[in-house]
């Protein structure tokens, strides 16, 4: 049967990753994080898949921590240089980066807006089953834009109070 890719997304901080491997039910898993790879290899469906990638630079596989949810595996992954300025891509080759890895939307953050935007919300990852159903939403759902992010007061007043 031949190997699929597996479908990953990235975030970042400034002094970690955020990698998902969007994949659901994995079974037969085997991870291997290194200070300058992530190798991955499991079932889902049926359907073998893998990834093999170097990352753009250093990590630190010993403090990072990653838990395989029921529809997707979650890693935090903490970079080498912890106060270092945002990486422009996750991967060392550009050409699979872009094959391969699709920005995380939900996660990502302008390495201008970090301070505001906070860390990773890692509480998935501390041995709790994380985004259960009937759970209620999680933190930060709003997001920039939404609902639990407006600050209503301050837009009406640089609107001038119209409306």
Known sequence: MPT??????WAQRSDSLYVTISLPDVKDE???LTDAKLVFTGKSND?????????FKGC????????????????????????????PRLLKDKAAEKNQ?????????????????GGFDTSG????QGMMPGMGGMPGMG?????GGMDMEALMAQMGGMG
């Open 47 to 55: 359907n073998e898949y893998a990834c093999d990638f170097e990352f």
């Open 30 to 32: 085997t991870i291997t």
């Open 125 to 128: 990852l501390e041995g709790g």
């Open 60 to 87: 630190k596989a010993e403090t990072s921590t990653y838990k395989v949810l029921p529809r997707s595996i979650q890693m935090h992954i903490m970079k080498a240089e912890e106060e270092e300025e945002f990486w």
């Open 101 to 117: 890895v699709k920005v995380d939307w939900d996660k990502y953050v302008d390495e201008d807006e970090e301070e505001e935007a």
């Open 4 to 9: 699929n890719t597996a479908p990953v997304k």
């Open 143 to 147: 997001g920039p834009g939404g609902p």
